[in-house]
């Protein structure tokens, strides 16, 4: 089972991509535990996970941690603006399905 973390702002939108793509994983039965944490609760505990989702607007954490995790394996994706926007859970559980292979 791959441990995902998906870093947000309160935002409800965030909670239904989130419930959305646990709704495609258990379609398509990929097993995964998602958990959608804030930057200032998620970033320290980032070794506990296999995937960082950051969402597009938070696409900054990236250049600002260059580097962060990759000595752990962590994969680290942001999703697109468009895919984030249509709170598509079908195409973010391609993006971590795709990081997989």
């Not at 607007?57 to 250049?63: A, P, V």
Request: net charge negative; proline share 4%; charged share 20%.
């Amino acid at each position: 089972m791959k441990n995902v973390l998906m870093i947000s702002m309160p935002a409800i939108a965030t909670t239904i991509l989130a419930k959305r793509v646990k709704a495609a994983a258990h379609e398509r039965q990929f097993a995964m535990e998602l958990t959608v944490l804030s930057e200032s609760e998620g970033m320290p505990c980032i070794n506990e996970f296999d995937i960082l989702l950051l969402p597009p607007h938070l696409r900054h954490l990236l250049n600002m941690r260059k580097g962060f995790g990759a000595e752990d394996g962590l994969i680290v994706k942001v999703i697109d603006s468009t895919i984030f926007g249509d709170l598509n859970g079908e195409a973010v559980l391609n993006i971590i399905q795709d990081s997989l292979l």
